[in-house]
């Protein structure tokens, strides 16, 4: 009954949106935006004509024909695009949520590091994706043959998505795993427990709510990371590289570079219900009574 | 030998600074394995860091704490200790059996043993019918009967609780002094209880320490006597003289 009603209430947004934009669109054209004579409407809003906004049927419409030199329908190809943008960034997903609870583990440990180094962690984040994605790239290519393996660029690709993924984990993880209350810390200490004991059957189950949290802000930040990253690293294949493509062939297919855009954000959600169904499998059962 | 021997006990926090707190001052106090020691007073006179000194959770400045002939610190490390809040203190990830298990776990007792051992203090605790619930699916009440079972699950020679029915309504508080009595009686266990409630302490205990205040220190030590509880307890003469007793040597600490 839940799922019917949030699907309901998911597919009476999307249709709310896309009559927005329909709405908008067609008042654009009935007062003919070309000639300036509104001042937002074309101006601070994009123009309503097909090349800026083509019609929603159109954009659909798309996913189903198949472009010139092409075998497969447009939605297909865009599946295909997706399965290789999320395997990259599900590599650095991982990577990067295992190095983000390291580091949260650190901190939490050390209280000294947590003044030190969280200041770096935080600055991390200040640099635009942009800017260190074909550094990255470039270093993979000529230094990172360390490797038992052979480099390969969509390997920078994924190192860009663990540079964002990292983050939301360390801070939110090192928040869950300082939140056990005193009474229970001191029952563990009243049991003798160690360090180990007390980080296994305390600290960390304590943290899996902050972390849930956290892997849902990573697990979509990790898309988008593979994204930025395709189009810096010029892999083949990829969203990234899709909607590069398509925004170098707007004129002739804008429909396409809005199809493609859409995809993507079809992929994030994708994830991100991906990481709340687990959530629901693991937290679930703890009730009310669980924190955050 | 005494199952609690404090011996010229002080607890200074901060010393030195200009926080300094005298928190407790010549604190001498023996138990008897067996008793039912209850701890009274204002707030601020260091009942419950008393507790904590005799969990070894915190150090006394100057004196001794020993426990079953040892130094708490080794008591502590030798699990001679079940502990309860004044909340449950339940993990919400775990079910109401496993809760009780944990203690079980860090001593390394085997999978059919805590099994069976947790289904021994659910039936204790009158709630054997809710092993696999969450603690969150459970009333404040029965939270705190988790607690109780899991402090009991080792069989620890002494229980130590800090307020453990404090957030309870009343009909359900008189319900869990039963249900601790009762417990108390079957297992022998030595019970050192820390309480705001007058008639709480008079109807648990087997001695009730009344404490004063800035710095904390035993004011009176009064013998309760009252034998068996029954229902009828509640209501009896000597219960009502002995709560007086307690309020009237609570009215001097307090001057």
Excluded at chain 1, 5 to 21: E, I, K
Excluded at chain 2, 83 to 106: C, Y
Excluded at chain 2, 210 to 234: K, N, Y
Aim: glycine residues 8%.
């Amino acid at each position: 009954m839940r799922i019917a009603r949030q699907t309901a209430t998911f597919v009476l947004f999307l249709a709310l949106l896309a009559g927005l934009y329909t709405g908008y669109k067609a008042f654009g054209q009935a007062i003919d935006d070309r000639q300036h004579g509104w001042a937002v409407v074309g101006s601070v809003l994009p123009r309503t004509d097909d090349l800026n906004m083509p019609p929603i049927s159109e954009i659909f419409g798309q996913f189903w024909e198949t472009p010139g030199g092409q075998d497969r329908i447009y939605i297909r190809i865009l599946l295909d695009e997706a399965v290789f943008t999320l395997r990259e960034a599900f590599a650095g997903f991982l990577v990067g949520s295992a190095i983000g609870m390291a580091i949260a583990l650190a901190l939490a440990q050390w209280r000294r590091l947590e003044q030190g180094l969280l200041p770096y962690v935080i600055a991390s984040q200040t640099i635009p994706l942009i800017a260190i994605a074909p550094i990255i790239v470039i270093w993979g290519r000529k230094n990172f043959d360390f490797f038992p393996w052979e480099w390969q660029d969509w390997m920078s690709v994924s190192v860009i998505a663990t540079y964002l993924t990292f983050f939301p984990v360390a801070v939110n993880g090192l928040r869950g795993l300082q939140s056990p209350r005193p009474e229970n810390r001191e029952l563990m200490e009243s049991y003798a427990a160690n360090w180990g004991q007390t980080l296994w059957r305390l600290r960390l189950p304590a943290s899996l709510p902050y972390l849930f949290a956290a892997l849902k802000i990573a697990a979509t930040a990790s898309i988008v990371g593979a994204i930025v990253g395709e189009i810096s690293a010029g892999v083949e294949g990829g969203l990234g590289r899709r909607i590069l493509r398509e925004a170098f062939n707007y004129t002739t297919g804008p429909d396409r570079l809005f199809a493609s855009v859409l995809g993507a954000a079809v992929l994030g959600i994708f994830v991100f219900l991906a990481v709340t169904g687990v959530e629901r499998l693991v937290v679930g059962r703890w009730g009310r009574g669980a924190a955050a | 030998m005494n199952a609690i021997h404090i011996r010229g006990a002080t607890k200074v926090f901060n010393p030195g600074k200009s926080s300094q707190v005298e928190a407790l001052a010549d604190i001498d106090l023996a138990v008897e394995p067996g008793e039912f020691i209850t701890l009274i007073g204002p707030s601020g006179c260091g009942k419950s860091t008393l507790l904590r000194l005799i969990s070894s959770l915190a150090l006394p400045t100057t004196g001794s704490v020993e426990v079953n002939g040892k130094p708490a610190e080794q008591a502590r490390l030798d699990r001679d200790y079940g502990m309860a809040f004044q909340t449950s203190g339940l993990f919400d990830w775990r079910t109401v059996a496993k809760n009780i298990e944990l203690p079980l776990e860090l001593m390394g007792w085997s999978k059919a043993d805590r099994r069976r051992r947790s289904s021994e203090m659910l039936e204790l605790v009158k709630l054997g019918d809710f092993a696999k619930h969450h603690p969150s699916e459970l009333s404040g009440g029965m939270q705190q009967r988790v607690a109780i079972a899991r402090a009991l699950a080792f069989s620890p020679s002494i229980l130590l609780m800090d307020e453990p029915f404090g957030a309870l309504d009343e009909m359900t508080r008189e319900h869990m002094q039963d249900e601790l009595l009762r417990i108390w009686r079957d297992t022998g266990t030595t019970l050192v209880f820390v309480t705001h409630s007058i008639p709480e302490a008079v109807y648990l205990s087997t001695r009730v320490v009344v404490m004063s205040p800035r710095p904390g220190r035993i004011a009176a030590v009064i013998d309760v006597g009252l034998g068996d509880r029954q229902a009828s307890t509640r209501d009896d003469p000597a219960f009502f003289s002995k709560v007086t007793e307690v309020r009237a040597a609570l009215r001097e600490v307090e001057g």
